[in-house]
Nanobody, 115 residues
Framework: QVQLVESGGGLVQAGGSLRLSCAASGVSGIIFSINAMGWYRQAPGKQRELVAV????????TYTDSVKGRFTISRDIAKKMVYLQMNSLKPEDTAVYYC?????WGQGTQVTVSS
């Protein structure tokens, strides 16, 4: 059974940085590597939105406009990890962040940015 576990969330002041991690288990390295991987977020009262995605080959990344230039998605196939480096955080980045691989989701990690 595939499991995704996010970590790295917390409370940070505006302008600060956080690095989110997503650890995958129950999946082979090959299966892990051929899937696109993404980070989503959901703020209170809002729909879940895509933040960043990295393609199955790892050659291409896509970001929602509001985080371009501030967030970076990456992955480590050997460790079966997906990361989201978040810099220059803003209060509007406050949300629960979820890792997604294929049809699997993690439980989410809370990011709170204070002004």
């Amino acid at each position: 059974q595939v499991q995704l576990v996010e970590s790295g969330g917390g409370l940070v002041q505006a302008g600060g940085s956080l690095r989110l991690s997503c650890a995958a288990s129950g999946v082979s390295g090959i299966i892990f590597s051929i899937n696109a991987m993404g980070w989503y977020r959901q703020a209170p009262g809002k729909q879940r939105e895509l933040v960043a995605v990295i393609t199955s080959g790892g050659r291409s990344t896509t970001y929602t406009d509001s985080v371009k230039g501030r967030f970076t998605i990456s992955r480590d196939i050997a460790k079966k990890m997906v990361y989201l480096q978040m810099n220059s955080l803003k209060p509007e980045d406050t949300a629960v962040y979820y890792c997604n691989i294929g049809s699997e989701w993690g439980q989410g990690t809370q990011v709170t940015v204070s002004s």
